[in-house]
């Protein structure tokens, strides 16, 4: 029996320790720890509904936008406001432009390095990499400019981000082309300036990217010009062709050399999703993407999400606030002992719905919607269980290998729909709709927020009193995953995914990494 | 500069893998972004020349939202993939970094041991529960900044958060946040911190200082120092107010308000004062460099600006859609137009309307502009903000 760390888990947001006993090679246990405490909930108290839009953005740099969403329909929420259709439809594209990037930026920006080998990349004979590409009908670079300028930068022997890599390691496919390697890497670096055209949608739409300015409650302040419409269209369209192109193919292309990892990595099997991108009726079910409870343990059904039963437990985290509350009810007060696996050793808490340990994530959304016959999720994901020689077995999807493509093919999924909300809002516009924003007064209510971030469900509740918050809690998607242990000593998702993966070098759990990662914490 | 110099540096750069067309295109941009004229580009490329060794760099996450590493990817001249493979060695970023665990902090621990890095510093230092408010490889961020800070020739200290401990310190500063200078002030550390404030940094910001200290050796001259305000920011990104600099003002002075979101007023581009902007008080050039590689900017997309540059930024902006009537005055540099300064004195005393004091306290109207009749508009609204 062996003890391994992993502290600071990179290439996520956030801090995160990783810690898992492994057994005759595979992990029999494993404790996530969150790093950090700030205490944002108590940073909102006493200040108006409208700042708490801004403010909670800041909770994630990463997805920012649906934490001002969820926070803005909070208060909605709480005060009855209904927001006009023009601004339901740019909220739905400010927040395709940030999956977008987010989802991008996961895969090659911080999971792509766990499978790819960019040492192994300089191995690679620049025209089969050409044909290579073809062949996987993938994007081409220029594979030769790509390939002189990694070796410039390794021949300078300053590595950079790349220092201490574990470059080489067994778990990566042996079996890998080194032609594959050089493609991932020359997408690595085309990732890079996608995310970014993602990102100015957000800016067109938003003013700035991260920590967006315009979702305010009662709709938007964002008047689109002819000249604003074009310039989202256009992006949107470049992001379309690039995810249908490179994005979906080198996904395609990479997956059957880690096939292995359909067979580990699932966790509990329980999935939420609150519903994602809405349609004009309020109701979450009826969201582009349903919302949904999916507990693979009872078959691979789905029920309605009921968010009255979240509850958040406290034993293994460092709070002195009661556990076992609603968030509507639910306090947060710090504190700090030790770190100590057998007591308490985490930042985060557990949240629990119905009492159970679940997941949340693209992959939760995507098998909601798979189960609920959103006809472009069922056709992506029968596609892609078919190239993986799994027709019809989408209950594979609930390993670490079904996590990562649920998130490439929702991009897919959702640069579709951003073109056809392009077009809706054009239409709207030129149909004469001039309505973006709703005035209201702020007196009082309490109500919820229950939205998606790209990795996850999130909730902001809040309690609006005189005008002024008097509460507010937040379980975001990385509360859900990366939750402690519940006061049953019952896992987080994240921690019961870790449980049967498979570790090689016990000094270097790359493969535990992968799992941990997988969640996009 | 002589041509033949010139084609010198070509020749290094290409080894790098830097195209001459790229490299001056973005020589001349920073030139831009330092204010310096095309002049310089030359003695930029120079510069470039005397680093045949990447510049050590690390990038440490206190209380951080990863906002500002989000931002730096959104730089385009340089882009960030040049910034991480051709002008700095950036051995340890937390979000980047291919190595994990022990042996990514073995990276770091490498550059810790020979002086003269640049350190990054992003999020609030949090002092917090014996500074276990913030846990990294088993040690404090408290424990991991003061012994990364003394051997580092310089800290950036990109975002709000690192300046001044950002939202994050904002009432009743629950995890007991604060900013890399003064943290390191209580603990007699004395490199040299510049900082950038507002939440997220703007990338632009981090690629001007980073070429000023690197490229021009502002840091070894000691010249850096020079172009910082008390605050220890750079003069020249955070030495006039928004409302100098933005596209709106002109709205302004004639009295063409936006008074409710999503409206008219809105689509002909009035100015957002009285729905909250924070733009005369916030000194940052964010009308000038955008955002998002110059996609656009807050008040471009309607949006009143909230003052995330401003020091202390949630508990002085705040309520952010309500009109300010008693402006906290802001920390005035030493470079401020007489204009700016009348504009925000004159706010802060009067409780005129508003577009009246934009005629006035601009001082644009010598012996000021006859006093429109207050509108009926503005007499009703003159105590509502923007959403509420």
Known sequence: ?521 | MAHEDHDAIYDLLAARGVSRRDFLAYCGSIAALLGLSEAYVPQIAAAVNRGARLKPAIWLNGGACTGCTEAIAQADSPDVATIVLEILSLDFIETLSMAQGEDALAAAEAVFEEPGYILIYEGSVMKGFDGNALRIGGITGLEELEHAAPNAAAIVAVGSCAVDGGFVMARPNPADATGVSMYLQEKGIDTPVVNLPTCPVNPEWVVAILVDVLLLGTLETGAILDKLDRHGRPKYIFGQTIHDNCPRRGHFENGNFVYEFGTEQEALGYCLYPVGCKGPQTYTNCPIVRWNRRASWCVEAGSPCIGCGSLDWVDVGAPFLNRHRDLPLPEVGNTQPNTIAGVVAGIAAAGLAVHAVGMKATGRTSGGAPYEEMKERDKKRMKKGGGE
């Not at chain 1, 951003?418 to 077009?423: A, P, Y």
């Open chain 1, 1 to 521: 029996m062996a003890r391994a760390v992993v502290d600071p888990l990179t290439r996520i947001e956030g801090h995160l320790r990783v810690e898992v006993e492994v057994n005759d090679g595979v992990v029999t246990d494993a404790w996530v720890s969150g790093g950090l405490y700030r205490g944002m909930e108590t940073i909102l108290l006493d200040r108006r509904p409208s700042d708490a839009f801004y403010v909670s953005q800041r909770i994630c740099g990463v997805c920012p936008v649906s934490h001002g969403h969820a926070s803005t329909m909070s208060t909605e929420d709480a005060l009855g406001i209904t927001i006009p259709n023009n601004a339901r439809i740019i909220r739905n594209l400010i927040e395709a432009a940030q999956y977008i990037h987010s989802h991008i930026l996961w895969f090659y920006a911080l999971a792509a390095l766990d499978y790819v080998d960019p040492v192994k990349a300089l191995e690679a004979d620049i025209a089969d990499t050409y044909a290579l590409a073809q062949a996987a009908g993938t994007g081409v670079s220029d594979f030769g400019a790509v390939a002189q300028r990694l070796q410039t930068f390794v021949d300078g022997g300053q590595l950079s981000i790349f220092t201490n890599g574990w470059f080489g390691h067994p778990a990566y496919a042996q079996d890998m082309p080194a032609e594959l390697h050089l493609i991932a890497v020359a997408h690595y670096l085309e990732a890079l300036e996608m995310q970014a055209v993602a990102a100015e949608i957000i800016a067109i739409i938003g003013g700035k990217f991260p920590h967006f300015m315009t979702s305010v409650p009662g709709g938007t302040t964002f008047v689109p010009t002819e000249q604003k419409l074009d310039d989202i269209l256009f992006r949107f369209m470049r992001l379309n062709d690039w995810v249908t192109n490179t994005m979906i193919p080198d996904t395609l292309a990479i997956a059957p050399f880690y096939a292995g990892a359909l067979e580990y990595g699932g966790g509990h099997g329980n999935f939420l999703s609150w519903g994602m991108f809405n349609t004009e009726s309020p109701e979450m079910t009826d969201r582009y993407m349903p919302g949904g409870v999916v507990m693979t343990g009872r078959g691979l059904t789905v029920e309605d999400p009921d968010p009255a039963q979240v509850v958040e437990f406290v034993e293994h985290a460092w709070y002195d606030s009661p556990t076992g509350l609603h968030p509507s009810e639910g306090e947060t007060n710090g504190m700090f002992d030790e770190y100590n696996t057998d007591n308490r050793y985490s930042w985060n808490k557990a949240p629990r719905y119905d009492g159970e340990s679940i997941e949340a994530g693209p992959l939760s959304r995507m098998l909601v919607s798979y189960l609920r016959g959103v006809q472009p999720v069922q056709e992506i994901v029968d596609g892609a269980l078919a190239a993986l020689g799994a027709a019809g077995r989408p209950e594979v999807l609930v390993s670490l290998l079904g996590r990562i493509a649920a998130r490439n093919l929702e991009t897919k999924v959702v640069a579709d729909w951003s073109l056809e909300w392009c077009n809706e809002l054009i239409e709207a516009v030129a149909g004469g709709d001039s309505s973006y924003f709703q005035p209201h007064s702020v007196d009082q209510g309490a109500g919820a927020g229950l939205w998606e971030a790209p990795r996850g469900a999130l909730g902001h509740w809040i309690d609006i009193q005189s005008g002024k918050i008097a509460r507010y809690q937040v379980v975001t998607p990385s509360t859900w995953n990366v939750s402690s242990r519940d006061a049953e000593g019952i896992r987080g998702p994240m921690e019961e995914a870790l449980v049967g993966t498979p570790v090689i070098d016990v000094e270097r759990p790359l493969e535990a990494c992968r799992v941990a990662r997988s969640f996009d914490p």
